[in-house]
């Protein structure tokens, strides 16, 4: 059978305590003696504890094969029954052991009298039942940390998972537009068609690149943005104009990859364009680490069938990162969407 190394606090609580109970035994033994005579210090103090170090050993390895056989929270009952029985097959005969050694040898004149034997065996089972009390609490206490610590990361996997479904719906979703978008310029404007073709290009190879992390830095998100709304204006020429107004101390916060696309694809598709009464979409930051996306509403007559793909995916997203202040705001004139940002610096990519 393999050896186990004793844990840290079995092995903490012998050192300090088997001086105490060297002591113990040796007043079980000489009683007064012990404060005349040195020979006890030196002889029958270190005996003592060579013999408790091997006791010790085989109760560490006692106790471990029964944590090994019931190892789990709803088996501690088996367990501490387990433990209990260490009185019986360890600590027992190591305390007749140390009794008939001192007897036999009469070691430092010792001869066995019956009372030494209560005695031995109650401080047997008191330093036991002290320490088997501790280790076993401390064990428990491991076994709570370890479920809890398991129950998390089963969590954070599961939220990965949804994170990962609701950010990997945004590149088909845009991929698919941008298609539509080509093909009518295909038939109105070849020459748009080849500029659009080569701006989605750009777009997408930041799509690919951001959307794999699901979070991306206000600054890249401002940048992918302005390509983004070249696609637009390839299309709506002056019907759509778009402002930015970004402090720059916010440049290394996060949001959700894609989140500005997401947004500004939703305010086009929503409402009218035309170059006498323009879609305007301001995007700009405020105060208390939030980044605005306002635009002057101007519902179609006729609404744009939806997938709910915009708005909802960027709700869920920010609840997959316990982020709760992501709000919409609606009003007569104007449609207002306000996005928490995550302070979590890390490398900036350029578009």
């Known amino acids: 059978m393999k050896l186990i190394k004793p844990p840290k606090l079995e092995t903490y609580s012998f050192i300090i305590s088997i001086p105490l109970i060297s002591v113990a035994w040796n007043l079980i033994f000489y009683k007064e003696r012990c404060f005349t005579d040195a020979r006890i210090w030196y002889f ?41 029985l260490v009185f019986i097959f360890v600590m027992t005969p190591s305390v007749l052991l140390i009794i008939l050694l001192y007897d ?41 940390k370890e479920s809890a610590a398991e129950k998390e990361t089963m969590q954070e996997l599961s939220l990965q998972t949804d994170f990962d479904l609701l950010k990997n719906q945004v590149n088909p979703h845009f991929l698919f537009n941008c298609f539509n978008t080509l093909s009518s310029l295909i038939s109105v404007d070849r020459q748009k068609a080849e500029q659009f073709l080569n701006e989605l290009s750009k777009v997408y190879r930041y799509l690919l690149r951001n959307n794999e992390e699901g979070l991306s830095t206000v600054e890249n998100e401002i940048k992918f943005i302005h390509s983004y709304f070249q696609l637009l204006q390839t299309r709506h020429g002056e019907a759509v104009q778009l402002n930015t107004d970004i402090d720059k101390r916010y440049y290394p916060y996060l949001l959700p990859s894609l989140t500005l696309q997401l947004l500004v694809e939703n305010v ?48 869920a997203r920010y609840a997959l990162l316990r982020q709760y202040d992501f709000q919409v705001i609606e009003n007569e004139k104007n449609f207002t969407v306000v996005l928490p940002l995550i302070w979590k610096p890390l490398t900036t990519e350029t578009v």
């Open 44 to 84: 029958s103090f270190p005996l003592i504890i060579i013999i408790g170090i091997f006791s010790w050993l085989c109760h560490v390895q006692y106790s471990h094969n029964i944590e090994r056989r019931y190892p789990e929270l709803h088996q501690t009952t088996q367990r501490i029954t387990g433990k209990v």
């Open 104 to 144: 036999s040898c009469h070691i430092l004149g010792y001869q066995l009298q019956q009372m030494d034997i209560f005695k031995g065996l109650f401080l047997g089972f008191a330093v036991n039942m002290i320490f088997e009390t501790l280790f076993e609490a401390d064990y428990v206490f491991t076994k709570l």
């Open 268 to 315: 086009v598709k929503h409402n009218a364009l035309s170059k006498n009464k323009p879609l305007v979409i301001d995007i700009f930051t405020t105060t208390g680490n939030k980044l605005v996306v306002n635009n002057n509403l101007q519902r179609r007559t006729i609404k744009a069938p939806s997938n709910k793909v915009g708005l909802d995916n960027i709700r």
